[in-house]
């Protein structure tokens, strides 16, 4: 049964000789039941078609093809499940026929190479297959000109093979080449329009957490009355309300914008390979839990807060914006954790305006209640009273915050490949500090401002639950355990004690040649990968593959995503192992290069002196990107064989995407 699954057609040739000059190549398949073999005309998007190739050597200098296209025997058009479209295939048994003309009368021989894709309702495999057709043998039979005789299973019949060549190795045109850049030019829009909005929904619900801070939550029934009761009429406090969230809103914005210009986007994209900026990080997340905990509170200088407490008793606009500006001053020991946090993943995204927008995302959020309970005073009476589970609240974010440093601290490892940080411990620290989370919703623990639990709310059971689910499900990563949850957050598989879990080597293919290389290592998923472009390259073209380039990164949350969501996908893993051949290019590596091989990048603007800028250079000078992850099927040349792309964790989307690339380059370089 096992060779049933891995060969699921076999294949027979036989020779018919029609004169002296020319003969039938006659190709059968013997295809297992449930199974289907591709007619070689498909539509683009499909499955891979059925072809033919020769000795390059032999073709037109010994012998010469008549029908570019072979003839077929019948054949089925229905909807393809696996490829979500109409196919055409054959079931059971196909036979399919190439006309043939000798140039050298001594050819006794012809070896032909048929390539082709068989799919089940589940799976699809893609083989090829040698077969060696003795001219010698072959008897004469009648035959009328373009006139092949083919048998299928029931009876045989006549068919005609006049049609048009198809050139199935067309030029790329100066036109398609425009056409594709300017796809990735809008591609590159979108994606930064996504990542901008990411930072806002990020900063929104920063806002929502800080609204329940125990600086802010008691001060929101107090500024609404404040302004319903010096105002003559409704009118006039609702329209103070809303300048009072304006200014809110422009104060944290304007705090966005001068962060970017202190500190220039160039660094804040920085930020997340840095390991000496992550190193900060680590430590400024864990000055803010241990704040949040209670050990002391983050303030401003309190002249800052009475300048600004003293020009809110001016009235109109001016007074109204001292007052959003003093709510900010005043707040700042809650909201200031967050905001920091908030801005170090602006920075993250390396985009001008991400702190501006996270900042916006944070005020609308925090200024929304101001506005609307001034708006309808009534709904004051539904709010719950301020008391000790606000401090719980602050806790808990405390705990969080905890957890996010060892991210940062995580980072800095995996850059520099220390390794003290690996998987297990990283895991083993996280599981720690969700226990405790847990054990303090249970009032097991307690902080200096917290109010005694005497019991169990439905609330605090409810987050118990979520929490003790959480360490249920990290536990087993202790173990090798994929936590396709968590990728991106905790360090890949392959960067642990055991990389390849409770199993042994053996599970993983040391065989590979590719791993018999220089600069190359077991990837994601059992996959090796070359780590150096020129290596990489060279193996590709003695191989005849295409090259796979994923420009990726040591602390790169994305591309951990995409190596656990999709590139662990039956259908992606086996073209990534067998069709092309993959160079991971990590653009925060920071090996020192040879002294003789620094240089200076134009695309960059910089000296380059480690591997990682190296391989950022090559990213923006050969393909105008800079992020990551970032993947490209290129020949030798680096002419791409269709559109490179960032991260698509839909892997149906990107199996397409992969095999597109794959077919083109199989059409270009091996169909003659």
């Given at each position: 049964?096992?060779?049933?699954?891995?060969?699921?057609?076999?294949?027979?040739?036989?020779?018919?000789?029609?004169?002296?000059?020319?003969?039938?190549?006659?190709?059968?398949?013997?295809?297992?039941?449930?199974?289907?073999?591709?007619?070689?005309?498909?539509?683009?998007?499909?499955?891979?078609?059925?072809?033919?190739?020769?000795?390059?050597?032999?073709?037109?200098?010994?012998?010469?093809?008549?029908?570019?296209?072979?003839?077929?025997?019948?054949?089925?058009?229905?909807?393809?499940?696996?490829?979500?479209?109409?196919?055409?295939?054959?079931?059971?048994?196909?036979?399919?026929?190439?006309?043939?003309?000798?140039?050298?009368?001594?050819?006794?021989?012809?070896?032909?190479?048929?390539?082709?894709?068989?799919?089940?309702?589940?799976?699809?495999?893609?083989?090829?297959?040698?077969?060696?057709?003795?001219?010698?043998?072959?008897?004469?039979?009648?035959?009328?000109?373009?006139?092949?005789?083919?048998?299928?299973?029931?009876?045989?019949?006549?068919?005609?093979?006049?049609?048009?060549?198809?050139?199935?190795?067309?030029?790329?045109?100066?036109?398609?080449?425009?056409?594709?850049?300017?796809?990735?030019?809008?591609?590159?829009?979108?994606?930064?329009?996504?990542?901008?909005l990411g930072v806002f929904i990020l900063g929104f619900l920063g806002g929502l957490a800080a609204l329940f801070m125990p600086c802010i939550f008691p001060m929101i029934p107090m500024t609404v009355s404040f302004f319903t009761k010096q105002s003559k009429s409704k009118g006039e406090g609702i329209k103070k309300s809303i300048i009072y969230g304006l200014s809110i809103i422009f104060i944290y914005v304007a705090l966005g914008m001068i962060i970017t210009m202190i500190f220039g986007v160039s660094a804040l994209n920085e930020f997340s390979t840095n390991p000496w900026v992550n190193i900060a990080f680590f430590i400024l997340f864990i000055i803010f839990a241990l704040s949040f905990f209670g050990a002391f509170e983050i303030t401003l200088p309190s002249s800052w807060v009475n300048a600004a407490d003293k020009n809110s008793d001016k009235g109109g606009l001016v007074g109204i914006f001292f007052m959003a500006f003093t709510l900010a001053l005043v707040s700042f020991s809650c909201t200031g954790p967050i905001i920091g946090s908030l801005l170090v993943k602006a920075?993250?995204?390396?985009?001008?305006?991400?702190?501006?927008?996270?900042?916006?995302?944070?005020?609308?959020?925090?200024?929304?209640?101001?506005?609307?309970?001034?708006?309808?005073?009534?709904?004051?009476?539904?709010?719950?009273?301020?008391?000790?589970?606000?401090?719980?609240?602050k806790v808990v974010l405390g705990f969080l915050e905890l957890a996010f440093a060892f991210k940062f601290l995580s980072n800095a490892d995996l850059v520099w490949q220390l390794h003290i940080l690996e998987r297990e411990m990283f895991l083993a620290i996280w599981i720690a500090i969700f226990i405790a989370t847990i054990l303090y919703l249970m009032g097991k623990i307690q902080m200096p401002h917290d109010s005694p639990v005497e019991r169990l709310s439905v609330t605090r059971l409810m987050f118990v639950l979520v929490f003790s689910t959480f360490v249920v499900y990290m536990i087993p990563g202790l173990w090798g355990a994929p936590l396709k949850i968590l990728s991106g957050l905790t360090p890949p598989k392959v960067y642990s004690e055991a990389p390849y879990g409770l199993e042994t080597t053996d599970a993983v293919d040391l065989s590979s040649d590719i791993l018999k290389q220089k600069h190359t290592k077991i990837g994601a998923n059992g996959i090796p990968v070359f780590l150096d472009y020129d290596s990489a390259n060279k193996y590709a073209k003695k191989v005849n593959k295409p090259l796979f380039i994923d420009f990726t990164g040591h602390a790169c949350a994305n591309c951990r995503k995409m190596e656990d969501n999709v590139w662990s996908d039956p259908r992606v893993k086996d073209l990534l192992k067998n069709d092309v051949v993959v160079v991971s290019l990590y653009v925060d590596e920071r090996k020192k290069l040879d002294k003789k091989d620094y240089f200076h990048s134009e695309a960059l603007d910089k000296e380059v002196t480690t591997t990682g800028l190296k391989w950022m250079d090559f990213s923006v000078k050969h393909f105008k990107a800079n992020s990551q992850p970032y993947y490209a099927i290129v020949d030798s040349e680096l002419n791409r064989m269709n559109k490179p792309q960032g991260a698509d964790f839909d892997a149906d989307s990107y199996y397409k995407w992969l095999r597109k690339g794959v077919v083109k380059y199989k059409k270009k370089y091996k169909k003659k």
């Open positions: 049964m096992q060779a049933q699954i891995f060969k699921p057609v076999k294949w027979t040739g036989e020779v018919e000789k029609l004169s002296e000059t020319e003969f039938n190549l006659i190709y059968k398949a013997k295809i297992e039941d449930h199974w289907h073999l591709y007619s070689q005309t498909l539509p683009e998007g499909g499955a891979l078609p059925t072809e033919f190739f020769y000795d390059e050597e032999a073709l037109n200098k010994k012998f010469e093809i008549i029908s570019k296209k072979a003839a077929e025997s019948k054949t089925i058009t229905k909807f393809d499940k696996v490829f979500e479209m109409d196919l055409t295939f054959f079931d059971n048994e196909a036979t399919l026929v190439q006309k043939i003309k000798l140039l050298d009368p001594t050819l006794k021989s012809i070896e032909g190479e048929v390539s082709y894709q068989a799919c089940d309702d589940e799976k699809c495999m893609f083989e090829s297959e040698k077969i060696k057709f003795d001219l010698s043998t072959a008897k004469l039979i009648e035959s009328k000109n373009d006139t092949y005789l083919l048998l299928s299973k029931a009876e045989s019949k006549k068919v005609s093979v006049k049609e048009k060549e198809i050139n199935e190795s067309k030029k790329e045109t100066e036109e398609e080449e425009e056409s594709l850049h300017q796809e990735e030019e809008v591609d590159n829009e979108e994606e930064e329009k996504t990542s901008t920075g993250e995204s390396g985009d001008l305006f991400g702190p501006a927008m996270g900042m916006l995302g944070f005020a609308i959020a925090l200024a929304l209640p101001f506005t609307l309970f001034a708006m309808f005073p009534g709904w004051l009476n539904s709010m719950p009273k301020s008391g000790g589970w606000l401090n719980s609240v």
